[in-house]
């Protein structure tokens, strides 16, 4: 729920997914699509161009705020991914965007296989800066910062995998009970990103280490990733910076064959 205190610098310097990656995660049937764990809608507005409806579900409602802002014809719930708030075999696709190492796979695959209509798609994408870019390892900057106090709980029976959004770990989705999923692909998507310094310094400090870490560990992180982009790129103003989709998909096996 950290990320609901700087909305609106999320919904500016966060990148949003490439085309290929969009394309490439959704089924050929996308008359109905969940966008789950929504955030502020950046995988909501590309879902949008190329689906027949989109549903976009969130738990904060400060994201919501600026979701319901930037998108106005896309329809907003409360919900999150251990508990979606809509009807059995609806969707034709679920998509989670840089949002499911906060949930609980054991709550929300099913969950998610409970509103997919049968041969619909799972998909997950984590887009951000590429992590294997030496220069755009964050923890160099930010090393184990300390966090500070938080005082806005989660909601009720939200649950995460221990470590679970920390900014080095490893990307991967693990099916508790692989029966519902068939056809498991991956895929990663490799695109650059013109931005300013100070958007690359800001997007940054959308990390959750660095949004909840105290104060005097935030100032002094973003002070190193400033002085070493600034070596790296000297008197530069505007910056190429790599950035990476990471995919992952699956089909909804027929409820007969699930049994």
Do not use: K
Not at 95 to 108: C, E, F, K, Q, R
Not at 136 to 152: C, G
């Amino acid at each position: 729920m950290s990320f609901g205190t700087i909305a609106e610098d999320y919904d500016r310097l966060r990148p949003g997914p490439p085309p290929a990656a969009v394309d490439w995660l959704l089924p050929a049937r996308r008359a109905v699509v969940v966008d789950l764990a929504a955030g502020t809608g950046l995988m909501t507005r590309a879902l949008a161009r190329v689906a027949g409806r989109v549903i976009a579900i969130e738990p904060d409602a400060r994201m919501r705020s600026v979701l319901r802002a930037r998108s106005p014809d896309v329809g907003v719930l409360a919900g999150r991914g251990e508990a979606i708030p809509l009807p059995e075999a609806c969707a034709d696709a679920v998509i989670v965007s840089t949002a499911w190492h906060w949930m609980d796979p054991g709550l929300a695959v099913p969950e998610i296989g409970r509103v997919l209509r049968d041969g619909g798609r799972f998909g997950v994408i984590w887009t951000s800066r590429d992590r294997a870019t030496p220069w755009l390892r964050i923890d160099e900057w930010f090393p184990a910062a300390e966090a500070a106090p938080s005082s806005q709980a989660g909601p009720a029976g939200a649950a995460c995998a221990r470590g679970a959004g920390r900014d080095g770990e490893h990307r991967e989705v693990r099916l508790p009970d692989a029966s519902m999923f068939a056809n498991i692909e991956t895929e990663v998507f490799r695109f650059t990103r013109s931005m300013t310094v100070d958007e690359l310094i800001g997007m940054l400090a959308t990390s959750s280490r660095v949004i909840t870490a105290t104060e005097e560990a935030r100032a002094a992180g973003l002070a190193r990733a400033t002085a070493a982009i600034a070596e790296r790129f000297p008197g530069a103003h505007e910056i190429e910076v790599p950035m990476s989709s990471r995919c992952w998909r699956a089909d909804r096996l027929a409820r007969a064959d699930c049994s």
